[in-house]
Each structure stands twice: as C-alpha cells, then as structure tokens.
C-alpha cells in the first residue's frame, strides 16, 4: 500500500502563506479567502483548471496513498484540504450546474467527509464510496479508453473491495478486448442484482441523444457521455416505487439470475404501472450564473396564458398553479437538498422536512418579489397574501420575510440545481412534473417497483425506451403512498415493462 503521495502542479500564482501549508486547512479558512482575497481566490480557481484534474487515473493516485500533498513551487497543502475549496469554487462560477471534473472533487470531498465520520453502511474498509456514486461523479473526466471508467474504479470501491463479490463476477473482470457495451451492460446487470429493491442504477440513465438511434440499450448508462445536468432520484428524498411493508413477494425485475447470464441480456424486464401521459413539453432549461428561473416563460408555454404570481388557478393539490410550477422547477425537496448538500458539510436532523419547507418557503418568496408587486404594499397585506393565498403559516412569516428580503436567490439556487438541461411538463391528467431533456409529447410517466423516483419511458411497437428519471408534483406519488396503498388494497394495475 502507498503510505504518502507528493502531487506537483508547476508554478502557483500564490503568494506564500502559512495558510498554504501542510498542516489541515479548515472549510472556514477557505470560504474566508475566497470572501477577503479575490486574487488567491482567482488562482485556486485556476489550479482546478489545470491538466491534471481531468485524468480519471489521478484519481486512484490521490485517494488510495493514506497521505497525499499538493505541491505548486515552494507551497505545500494537504490534499484534502484543497478540496475545501471546491463548494466556494463552484458557486462562484457555478460549475456544478454542468458536468465537470470540479464537480467530481467537490463529490470526492463530501465522500472523505463521510469517511471520516464513519458514517453506517457508507463505506467498506478502504473504499472511497460506492461505485454508482464513483461513476456518476467521474463523467467529465478524461479516459484514453472508455473501458477504464469502470475498471479504474472498481479497485476503490465498496463493490470492488467486498469480499467474494468481484471473483469470477463477470462484471467485474478486466478484460480490454471486451465490447463497451457490453462492458457496460454487465455492470448494469450486475447492479440491479446487487442492489435488490431498488432501481436505483436507472435514475442514472442521461441520453444526450435520442435512445432509439444509439446502440446502447436504453436502459444502460453509458458512462463515456458527460451528464447534461439532469438526473432524478440521488438524494434520498423520494420512494416513489419502494414497498414499505412485508410481503415483498412482487417480482421486480424478471430474467436477471443471480448466476449466469439472462436469456435476453439486452432487455430489462420489470413490474411497474402507468400513471399518466405527457401532453404539452416546455423548452429545455437553460441557466447562466446570474439568470432567473425563466418561471414567467415557462407558465406560458404550458398554460398558454400571461403569468400572474397569485393567480386564482388552482392544481390538483389545492395549492396555488403558480406556486406548485415553483416547486416543480425545484423538484421539490431534491433542489433545495442538492444545493444544501453540495456546499455543506452537514446533514439536517429531519432532511424530508426540512427541505420540503424549504422548497415551499423559497417558492413562496419568488412569488413575493418586487418585479411582481408594488413595493409600496403595505407589510401587512403581503403577510396577508402570504398567509391564505400561499398557505405559509402565521409562525412561518418571519422565515418568510427574510427569505423575500435576500430577494430570489434560494428559489434561483434550488432550480439550477434541480432544473438546469430538464424540461417542465403538463400530463393528460393535470400532473406538473419535470423530466429528461429528451422527452416529448406522448411519452408515458410510470412507477417501477424499486424505483426511488417515476421514470418516463417511450413506447415502440411492442416494447418501450427509458428516457430517464422524472419528478411528478404530488407527495402521494414520489413518496411511495400510492404504491403502498394501492398494494394493501390489491388494486395496483401491474404492468411487465419490456425495456430495451
């Protein structure tokens, strides 16, 4: 094993600094450089820039050694340490609402962070994580040969350092003659039957391209594509199509032996149902650094009506349209919990909750801005409107008012996070929901059993294409109470999705 690395990336840019030495320099410290010091903000934003970052096989190098230092000139800083800056670093150039390899490290720091807090069931000794969390992270990093997004990671993670699960696993066997699709085919595989209950390898698929003109079957993420920004179903927020009672006596997924090969390797068998079909589609979502959720276009193209924040028009909820679009563009919990969890290093005691209001209180706030109202109404009749009309408690106004008053940048926040290279959409029965840049008209909205989050699948004469994850705007649906209902009841329409 590798006791100690030394890692020298040329000239620095840096003025020396005791704060640029070896010993541990704390997320505080760094967030005070990049508040105090432009130009040393400046240069570590370019250090990531560098070459270096960018090669997948660096990765191994920096996390197996158990110390590593980063060297520029005379200054020296432990590894990790540089990683602190990586949230301050992708907020000021908001880099994580694309794919790349800043957003990896910062993926990499969250992960050490768990690590060292010996957080229950995360880690096996000597891993970095789990492999779908390792792979979904490293997308924008460059690999001479595709083959190597997989077998450069299975070495330093939870999969590849379990004992008895990689000999004679043909997913797991380094074999460079073999065919990429099928490399990534047999992980996919192996995945589903590794992980039991949940789908949760699907919430990864992201066509850049339309899936019934590529060679990958639909249902396999193809590793060697960046992200285009949009997945659904990462944060543990939703349990759309989990069972939360015994008997799990449902088949999920049907020819997937736990030994052997299936006898139809390319197609994905799985039980599910059908919940509704997408008729109207808005553009894809596009954010720069300091531009606005475009709320007001988006309402148009689905409603075909000028937008107006408190319009009486209600969804099927009973909440306000206007507000539900909000939280849709936010999907829900899942922006405000991927903004929280990608700048912090902690995790709130009651998450759901907590981002749920979060979510609604920022939703809420956006509608409340001065774009939208005359600022000279009177304080009590924005309390008043904020009350009946947005439905935020009494006891819930002061987190209100001071949410309005840092003007739209939670709501902002959240949307990039969760909307960015997604597309809003309107179903046949007056579902908001918000899915894959590659839907369109038509395409059905399903819950597969052991899927955290529906997913938007395309019927082709006499089998289906997955698109992707999507969210659908109804708590009954994503967190898994119309599964379980419908199932106690036995009333749940069981459908054998063929997918392929």
Request: hydrophobic content about 40%; some cysteine; glycine content about 8%.
């Amino acid at each position: 094993m590798v006791a100690d690395v030394t890692l020298a990336h040329g000239g620095s840019g840096f003025s020396s600094d005791p704060a640029m030495k070896t010993e541990p320099v704390e997320h505080e410290l760094i967030g005070k450089i990049f508040d105090d010091d432009q130009e040393a903000a400046e240069c570590l934003s370019m250090l990531f820039e560098r070459d270096y970052f960018t090669r997948l096989w660096c990765v191994q190098e920096v996390v197996v050694p158990s110390q590593c230092v980063a060297k520029c000139e005379e200054l020296e800083l432990d590894f990790m340490s540089l990683l602190s800056s990586t949230p301050h670093i992708g907020m000021r150039r908001s880099s994580f609402l694309q794919e790349n390899p800043l957003t990896f490290w910062n993926i990499l720091r969250i992960l050490k962070q768990h690590n060292h807090s010996d957080s229950p069931g995360m880690l096996v000794r000597g891993s970095v994580g789990p492999l779908l969390m390792l792979l979904s992270g490293t997308r924008a990093l460059k690999a001479t040969n595709s083959r190597d997004r997989v077998f450069s990671l299975i070495g330093i993670s939870n999969e590849g350092l379990t004992p008895g699960l990689v000999e004679g696993n043909e997913a797991f066997r380094i074999d460079y003659e073999k065919n990429i699709i099928l490399v990534y085919r047999d992980l996919a595989r192996f995945m589903l039957r590794h992980t039991k209950t949940t789908l949760q390898i699907l919430t990864l698929v992201d066509h850049n391209t339309d899936p019934s003109t590529i060679l990958f079957p639909s249902w396999v993420p193809n590793w060697s594509e960046p992200r285009s920004g949009f997945t659904m179903g990462n944060e543990n927020c939703f349990a759309a199509g989990l069972f939360n009672k015994p008997p799990n006596d449902l088949a999920l997924i049907h020819d997937c032996p736990l030994v052997g090969q299936p006898i139809r390797p390319d197609v994905l068998l799985v039980d599910g149902y059908f919940v509704d079909r997408a008729i109207i589609i808005g553009d894809v979502v596009k954010f720069d650094l300091h531009e606005d959720t475009p709320v007001p276009t988006t309402w148009m193209q689905l409603f075909g009506t000028p937008f107006s924040p408190l319009s009486s028009r209600r969804y099927r909820n009973g909440e306000l349209l206007t507000l539900a679009l909000c939280k849709t563009f936010t999907a829900g919990p899942s922006g405000p919990a991927t903004a929280y969890m990608t700048t912090t290093m902690s995790i709130p005691e009651h998450p759901l909750a907590f981002f749920s209001h979060r979510a609604h209180t920022d939703a809420a706030a956006y509608l409340l801005q001065d774009q939208f109202f005359d600022p000279s109404l009177p304080t009590t009749d924005l309390a008043a409107l904020s009350e009946t009309a947005l439905e935020i408690p009494e006891t819930d106004l002061v987190a209100l008012g001071k949410a309005a008053l840092a003007g739209t940048d939670g709501f902002n926040r959240n949307a990039r996070f969760a909307s960015n290279n997604a597309r809003l959409y309107l179903t046949q029965n007056g579902y908001l929901g918000l899915g894959p840049r590659m839907m369109r008209t038509g395409d059905e909205i399903c819950v597969l059993f052991g899927g955290e989050v529906p997913f938007v699948l395309r019927r082709v004469r006499d089998h289906h294409l997955l698109i992707g994850g999507t969210y659908i705007h109804d708590d009954d649906i994503m967190l898994g109470k119309t599964t379980n209902g419908q199932r106690i009841r036995n009333e749940l329409p069981i459908v054998t999705y063929e997918i392929r």
